[in-house]
């Protein structure tokens, strides 16, 4: 199944994940101008009259990007909604996407046919991000028209399964939409995602080290010092297990090798606080080696993946 026309604005079949406090109008804006999808999460916006504010912003600027460079019009944005009965702005978040038409809404944590139907309704898409085979059904029998699949590796809240095995279930009965997340930072890593079965790269944590995100220079330094055995694992900081860095967990005065289990009916996705001071991060973080604009992380990416291709004589 070809993908929709949206995409064929991309650079790069990349999508920038939306990263908590971390993306803003500066990195979607970014993203997008550089030629992939740039997303933010909803709750980055507050308090919550400022998501209109937000989209306002983003929507001018990338319409008068258009006006001016016609031949390299920018790649679509993307917010993040968190379905989770924890998230109390969610029917005045959706309200607000409709208002601007916002062209895709990623939701987490929760599939509810009512947002899918009011994202078409205003003529747009919507990707569930899923961790295994059992959710991803069930986004798509709710009416998501494509699925993120959330693989080992990948920062923040992630999965167990090996992308080859992720995907590879997905695809045996799933024929729309895919972006794969999980440890993907290089122009090569995009091209394996798509021999995979994958459509698109889901690509968050080289991006915290940009000079668009929101990120403190300190965390932005650790991506760029961190390798893939500085990544821990753990449900302890919002009740869902995802990965973080290793440094920020001792910096918190805690013992990363002895973390307790949460509780998971005690789930709290959108405390600031945790995510401020425990620091997620993907595996793939080797790859990164300086903080730099995030154009040229993504005219990097688009580097290596003409010169996988080229290798492969693809």
């Known amino acids: 199944m070809a993908l929709p026309a949206l995409f064929d604005r991309l650079r790069l079949p990349v999508i920038g994940s939306p990263l908590f406090i971390i993306s803003g109008p500066e990195l979607v804006i970014a993203q997008c101008k550089a030629g992939i999808v740039g997303s933010f999460p909803a709750l980055n916006a507050r308090p919550q009259s400022q998501l209109d504010e937000w989209l306002h912003r983003i929507t001018e600027e990338l ?11 920018a790649a679509p944005f993307a917010v993040n909604q968190i379905v989770h009965r924890s998230n109390p702005r969610l029917e005045e978040d959706v309200a607000t ?12 944590l929760g ?30 029998e709710k ?12 920062g923040g809240h992630a999965g167990r ?3 080859f095995a992720l995907v590879q279930e997905v695809r045996e009965w799933f024929d729309g939409p895919v972006a794969l997340s999980g440890s993907i930072a290089t122009g090569g890593a995009i091209l394996a995602a798509q021999a995979m079965g994958a459509d698109l790269a889901y690509i968050g944590s080289p991006f915290i080290a940009t000079d ?28 869902v297990h995802g990965n973080y ?5 001792v910096n918190a005065g805690l013992d990363p090798e002895n973390l307790p289990e949460s509780d998971p009916s005690a789930m709290n996705f ?23 604009p995030a154009g040229a992380r993504v005219a990097r990416l688009a580097e290596e993946y003409a010169a996988a291709r080229a290798r492969l004589a693809l």
């Open 212 to 239: 668009e995100a929101n990120a403190i220079a300190a965390y932005k330094q650790a991506i760029v010092d961190g390798r893939a055995e500085d990544i821990v694992y753990s449900n302890l900081f919002t009740g």
């Open 161 to 163: 399964l090996s992308p």
């Open 270 to 292: 959108g405390g600031a606080k945790a995510w401020k001071d425990i620091w997620g991060s993907g595996q793939g973080i080797g790859a990164v080696h300086a903080v730099e």
């Open 111 to 140: 599939a509810r046919p009512e947002l899918n139907d009011a994202v078409h309704g205003w003529g747009g898409i919507t990707l569930h991000d899923v961790i295994d085979d059992r959710f991803a059904h069930k986004a798509v």
């Open 245 to 249: 860095l290793r440094a920020s967990i």
């Open 97 to 108: 996407c409709a208002k601007w038409k916002v062209p895709i809404v990623i939701t987490s």
């Open 63 to 73: 319409a008068a990007w258009d006006r001016d460079h016609p031949d390299t019009p």
């Open 143 to 154: 009416g998501a028209d494509g699925l993120i699949l959330v693989a080992a590796g990948a």
